[in-house]
C-alpha cells in the first residue's frame, strides 16, 4: 500500500542531498496557481526545449512514429514528434495540477464521457479492472476520474526518497488506496475484495510474461495479465482513456462499455482485443500518446532490434 500522509516527516529529508530536490519541488508546487492556458502555452514551450536536448528519446520517437505511420511524410513525422514532446512535457505540468490543485479549479476542465459504465460495472457486485494505456494525460485523467470515483491506483516507486514520500503524500490525498505495480498479490486482493483497479498493460516487459499480438499493425510483446487477473477473480474490464482537448478547455475523460466475451482463454486473442482498443485511441490523438519509450524493444524471435542506434 501506498504511504499516508501522516508517514510523511519533512524533517527526515533536510540532508543537503535533498535541497535541490526541496527547490524543484517548491517550483513545481506554483504550478497550480498558474491560469491553465498559461500552464499549456509553457508546457509547448518546455516540450520544443526538450525535443532539441534530448536526442535519444527524440531518435525512439522516429523509430516509433515510422514503424506506425508509415502512411506519413517524413515532415509529418517530424512535426508529429515535436507535438508529442510538447504533450509530455505538458504532462509534467499537469501533475503538479493532479497533485496539488483544489477540486474547485479541476471540474470545470474534466468532460465525462461514459463514467456510468464505470460506475453501473462497480454497482454490479463484480470486480473490476479499469483498463487504461499510457497517454500523455494519464496522471491528470486519473485525479478527475477519482473527482467522481475511487479506484485503486498502481504506481512505480520512485528512486529519489523524498519524492517518493511527496508523491505518496500527495496521491494519498485523492487515491485512497495505491499499490506498486509489482505487488501482484496485492493487486488481486483488492480485486477479490471488489475494489475497483486501475491498470495499463501496454509496457514492453519482455518474453516472461508477454506475447506477440499486433499493435499498430507490428507484432508487438504484450503483457498477458489483464486476462489472467480477469480469469482469476471474474472481473470485468472497464476500457478507459483521458484526452486533453486541442481547444484548451480541459481534458475528455471517455469511459467504454466493459469488455465483451473477455477473456477468451486465448492470451494472443485478448492481447490482440486490448491493442486495438489502445491502437484506435492512439490514432484519434497521435500526439499523446508516449512515444518516446521503446514501445517494440522485444521482437519475435530472428528480428533485430528497430532501435539499434539508440
Not at 501496454?202 to 503483457?223: E, K, W
Not at 481534458?251 to 466493459?258: F, K, Q, V
Not at 492512439?282 to 499523446?288: D, I, L, N, V
Amino acid at each position: 500500500m501506498s504511504q499516508t500522509q501522516d508517514a510523511f516527516r519533512p524533517t527526515h529529508y533536510l540532508a543537503p542531498k535533498f535541497w535541490p530536490v526541496w527547490l524543484g519541488i517548491g517550483i513545481v508546487k506554483t504550478i497550480p496557481l498558474l491560469p491553465y492556458r498559461v500552464m499549456l502555452r509553457l508546457g509547448r514551450a518546455m516540450g520544443n526545449l526538450m525535443y532539441r536536448l534530448m536526442p535519444r528519446r527524440r531518435r525512439i520517437g522516429a523509430v516509433n512514429l515510422k514503424l506506425c505511420f508509415p502512411e506519413l511524410s517524413q515532415a509529418e513525422r517530424k512535426e508529429l514528434l515535436k507535438r508529442n514532446f510538447q504533450s509530455v512535457a505538458t504532462a509534467g505540468l499537469e501533475t503538479a495540477l493532479a497533485w496539488w490543485a483544489p477540486d474547485k479549479k479541476l471540474r470545470p476542465l474534466a468532460h465525462y464521457h461514459g463514467i456510468q459504465h464505470f460506475k453501473d460495472a462497480i454497482a454490479s457486485g463484480k470486480s473490476v479492472i479499469l483498463l487504461t494505456a499510457h497517454f500523455t494525460c494519464l496522471e491528470i485523467g486519473a485525479r478527475m476520474l477519482l473527482m467522481e470515483q475511487q479506484y485503486a491506483g498502481m504506481y512505480k516507486r520512485h528512486r529519489n526518497e523524498l519524492l517518493e514520500a511527496v508523491i505518496s503524500r500527495s496521491r494519498s490525498r485523492h487515491c485512497k488506496i495505491a499499490i506498486q505495480q509489482d505487488d501482484i498479490r496485492g493487486f488481486l486482493r483488492l480485486l477479490k475484495n471488489k475494489v475497483p483497479v486501475w491498470y495499463a498493460p501496454d509496457q514492453d516487459l519482455g518474453l516472461n510474461r508477454s506475447v506477440f499480438a499486433p499493435f499498430m499493425g507490428i507484432p508487438t510483446a504484450t503483457i498477458t495479465a489483464a486476462s489472467r487477473f480477469a480469469k482469476m477473480t471474474d472481473a470485468v474490464v472497464v476500457p478507459y482513456f483521458p484526452t486533453r482537448r486541442d481547444d484548451g478547455n480541459g481534458y475528455d475523460i471517455e469511459i467504454l462499455p466493459p469488455l465483451k466475451n473477455f477473456p477468451t482463454g486465448d492470451d494472443v486473442t485478448d492481447a490482440t482485443t486490448i491493442n486495438r482498443l489502445i491502437e484506435e485511441h492512439a490514432r484519434k490523438t497521435p500526439a499523446q500518446y508516449l512515444w518516446l519509450h521503446r514501445r517494440f524493444k522485444t521482437r519475435p524471435p530472428g528480428e533485430p532490434s528497430v532501435y539499434e542506434q539508440t
